[in-house]
């Protein structure tokens, strides 16, 4: 998000600021250089730019930050003066709708091999890249339209789906936001830094909720340790030549081991995954969870 902004904002001659997770600020070194390229001011989050970010220092001078955190320094720096817009890469429904322009390309996709998915599988964090690729599908299942299912792939360092709570609840850390009906961890709530940290957020999208509570998506969460997902990306590599984001590790994860569960009963089944980015800038996290220097 950080990155797209930064670009979008340098053609039409806007100033960025970026508020960063300080734990990914602090290893993702060219991702930062490559924004600040655009003409980006990114801080580490918690910043001294702000009261909250200041409070959260004080406590802690090492402190490693969260989405949640990010976004609240976000909300409380646009706050502070007229001339400054906010935006936000995830969770909000008018952002999974735009994503939706994903899905509803697969389904063309889809149309012009005269095939359809049995299954669709993405990441979930905040929910933009999943519902991105599924609610198009999904709205189609809902009008009777086509039978599927749908598989969020998280982490278990943020399993909002799973042992998420669905109630009302701030989308920050701060409580700026207007209460949401989601299911959530509790927006307080501390989560232990990953390498794909995009998926460390402490709750999921009203839409994807309300469509986990009503059982048209189920949810797996992989250990934060990554091993088993950056293992998987690997193999994705060596097969497809392209190197994905450690988030979308999580996807193609879950799809491997789909995809051998149906083998094993001796279905057939069409599984579509989304890739949400390349890792080609994630590399030196490849490094640290496969042991790659060993």
């Known amino acids: ?80 003066s007229a001339d400054r817009v906010y935006c936000l890469g995830s969770v909000l429904n008018h952002v999974l709708i735009h994503q939706s ?72 850390t701060a409580g700026h936001t207007p209460l949401l009906m989601m299911y959530t961890l509790g927006h307080e709530t501390e989560m232990h830094p990953i390498k794909s940290d995009g998926l460390r957020y402490h709750a999921a999208a009203p839409i994807i909720s309300a469509l986990r509570h009503s059982g048209h998506i189920r949810a797996v969460a992989y250990p934060s340790d990554e091993i088993a997902v950056f293992s998987a990306a690997k193999m994705f590599l060596e097969t497809e030549g392209w190197l994905i984001a450690g988030e979308s590790a999580h996807a193609v994860r879950a799809a491997i081991d789909e995809a051998r569960v149906a083998e094993s009963k001796g279905q057939e089944k069409c599984i579509l995954m989304n890739i949400s980015g390349h890792g080609f800038l994630d590399i030196d996290a490849y490094r640290s969870v496969l042991h790659l220097d060993k």
């Open 101 to 172: 322009i994903v899905g509803l390309e697969t389904i063309k996709q889809f149309e012009q091999v005269d095939d359809s998915p049995d299954l669709v599988v993405a990441c979930l964090g905040g929910g933009s890249n999943f519902g991105g690729i599924a609610l198009p599908f999904l709205g189609e299942v809902l009008a009777g339209k086509r039978e599927c299912e749908f598989l969020a792939a998280q982490s278990e360092a943020a399993p909002n789906l799973i042992k998420g709570e669905y109630k009302y609840d701030f989308g920050d």
């Open 1 to 80: 998000m950080g990155t797209a902004l930064s670009y979008a904002a340098s053609l039409m001659g806007l100033t960025t600021v970026v508020f960063w997770v300080r734990a990914v600020y602090d290893w993702k070194l060219e991702r930062r250089a490559l924004m600040e390229m655009y003409g980006a001011k990114v801080y580490a989050s918690p910043s001294t730019q702000t009261s909250f970010g200041r409070k959260l220092l004080a406590q802690d001078a090492k402190h490693q930050g969260s989405l949640g955190i990010a976004v609240s320094e976000g909300l409380e720096f646009t706050d502070d």
